[in-house]
């Protein structure tokens, strides 16, 4: 099963590229995965060149979501119990940066953990998502 529709991946190819060009470049994650069996939950903002590098916000279940790089050859591959495989939340949209959601997360622990904050946050004073720590 493909996760990414050609659209989306042009999206994170022009992530990505912007990223190269300037490496300041803070982007919106554009995509979410996620284990729906379980609590792994991937935030991608880009694709690299290979057309299977990606680049995100990685949170495994244990505690210690982490920036970095991961393969979507990888992910896609993954066997879940019951037949099952990681899915694409096709509702996913969010008005927060990358850096935003990583803060969060670390502070949390985990990004559904940080979903509730920032929508908390967010919905309670739209304001107060520049008080996290950077």
Partial sequence: MKLLS???RSLLAA???HCVRNPRFDPFPLVRLFNPTG???WLVSELYADDDTLYGLADLGFGYPELGIFSLREIEAIDLPLGMKVARDL???TRH???VWAEASRLTGSIPDAADLLNRLTREDPGAIKL???
């Fill in 6 to 8: 050609p659209g989306i």
């Fill in 15 to 17: 992530n990505f590229e």
């Fill in 39 to 41: 609590r792994a939950v």
């Fill in 91 to 93: 509702a996913f949209a």
């Fill in 97 to 99: 940066r990358l850096s």
């Fill in 132 to 134: 996290l720590p950077r």
